[in-house]
């Protein structure tokens, strides 16, 4: 006797994503890539394993993501060092530099897709979890950081998210953070001994992420301290004012959050974060800014650039949220238009060749696989959500002709079943499906 295997489970904190599930995600993804059009934005992909040095280099060593997060491993065939993706930014940043992408203009790019973060799985928090991630490559003005928030704005009003709100900060330059830094560390070396040991660490190598703590022991220390904004010289206030102006033209309301310095050290002038008290602790659904160093510290010519990230799953997780809130569940999608539905080997066969009639016509059609009696046969076709089942029997072999069933549909009603001829049938089917 052989010994039953073990089942295998899918490693913490990655989730698949089943069919009833993934048709939500794709209705998704369709209107985030209509949204994404309608700014002129197009699609890039770059591969989900990079060279660890690239995140080291381009996120900075001293973050989260750097320190603790991400999955690196050597490869056994020759020691080279490699990281499944932490995030996007760096890998199309390295892509853009080694196609010279940019050599004649900007470009507008967008990437969706799966990302790796070893971290303490929770409600919105996965080690794989997907972003859209948006990147305006070659662009230096503020038009362009607000374009990326109203965008924003646009597609939570076409989701209906109500409850998303705006936080804004500007990083200044790095010679203005170096001089907010001298002052910071003053402020931090006088307040040493509260903090912990992340603080500590992190004194002299990024002070401004001691203030991003959620230490509540830490808080007081953190308020009190010397703000990156009032630091700020003549040039970057001008830039943040222009996005503010932007902002209020748009509509778009938005709160200064002088706090706010994002998890990543690539970062300069414009920050923001969406966020939403509907998510629990996760609230973020949605982080980005201007990066104008990036593109040289990774070897490239100098050229500015702005973008963010979407957690996916936090954000479908509101989006579901406020659906259900408005008793609006979001519509199970059929899976198929039509079911065909067959008694005895002539008509199975029949049954391949009419469904592959339909699908000329443009339906989406499955044949029931296997033979069973036609009443467990209609049972599936019900479940499986098509609004006309297609019926083939000996008769109808014989005949060359088809039962046509509605299965929904005010039709159902009036017209339980026709007999038609077969070389009718996408007609016929298409009548039945164009009527609501
Ligand atoms: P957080 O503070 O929640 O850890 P972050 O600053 O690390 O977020 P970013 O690097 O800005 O996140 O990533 C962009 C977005 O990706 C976040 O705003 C969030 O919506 C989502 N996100 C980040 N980490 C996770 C995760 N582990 N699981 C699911 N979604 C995540
Ligand atoms: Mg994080």
Excluded at 47 to 76: A, N, Q, W
Excluded at 122 to 132: A, E, M, T
Excluded at 292 to 297: A, S
Aim: net charge negative; with cysteine.
């Amino acid at each position: 006797m052989t010994q039953a295997f073990q089942k295998i489970a899918a490693i913490r904190g990655m989730n698949d994503l089943l069919p009833g599930d993934s048709a939500r995600w794709e209705r998704f993804e369709d209107l985030v890539r209509d949204w994404l059009r309608g700014y002129g934005y197009r699609n890039v992909r770059t591969p989900v394993l990079e060279h660890t040095r690239l995140f080291t280099r381009g996120i900075g060593e001293v973050t989260d993501i750097v320190e603790k997060e991400m999955y690196t491993f050597t490869d056994s065939l020759n020691g080279e060092s490699l990281t499944l993706r932490p995030e996007m930014t760096a890998g199309i940043v390295r892509a853009s530099i080694e196609h010279n992408l940019l050599y004649d203009r900007p470009h507008r790019v967008y990437s969706i897709g799966p990302v790796f973060r070893h971290e303490r799985p929770q409600r919105g928090r996965y080690r794989q979890f997907h972003q859209i991630d948006v990147e305006a490559l070659g662009l230096a003005g503020p038009d362009i950081d607000a374009e990326l928030i109203v965008m924003l704005a646009r597609l939570w009003k076409r989701l209906g998210l109500t409850d998303v709100r705006l936080e804004l900060n500007s990083l200044g330059q790095p010679v203005e953070r170096a001089a907010h830094r001298a002052a910071l560390i003053a402020h931090l070396e006088k307040h040493r001994d509260i903090l912990d040991e992340d603080g500590k660490r992190r004194l002299y190598t990024n002070p401004l992420r001691v203030l991003d703590t959620k230490n509540a022991a830490m808080q007081e220390m953190a308020d009190s301290a010397p703000r990156l904004f009032d630091f700020l010289g003549e040039a970057s206030r001008a830039h943040f004012d222009g996005v503010c102006q932007r902002l209020v033209d748009a509509g778009v309301d938005y709160r200064l959050n002088p706090r706010l310095v994002r998890g990543l050290d690539y970062y300069n002038l414009t920050v923001f974060e969406w966020v939403t008290d509907r998510l629990g602790s996760q609230g973020t659904v949605c982080g980005g800014g201007r990066y104008d160093g990036l593109i040289e510290l990774l070897g490239g010519k100098a050229a500015p650039a702005v973008g963010f990230a979407i957690g996916m799953e936090r954000l479908l997780d509101l989006w579901e949220q406020t659906l259900a809130d408005e008793g609006r569940q979001p519509a199970c999608e059929p899976e198929c238009d039509v079911y065909v539905v067959h008694q005895g080997d002539q008509a199975q066969r029949l049954a391949a060749q009419a469904a592959e009639t339909l699908r000329d016509a443009g339906f989406s059609v499955v044949v029931h696989a296997g033979s069973s009696g036609f009443k467990s046969q209609f049972k599936r076709a019900d479940a499986s959500g098509a609004r006309v089942a297609v019926i083939l029997g000996s008769d109808e072999v014989a005949n060359r002709t088809a039962g046509v069933k509605f299965l929904r549909g005010a039709i159902e009603q009036e017209s339980a079943q026709q007999q038609i001829a077969l070389d009718r049938l996408a007609e016929v089917v298409g009548a039945a499906l164009s009527t609501k």
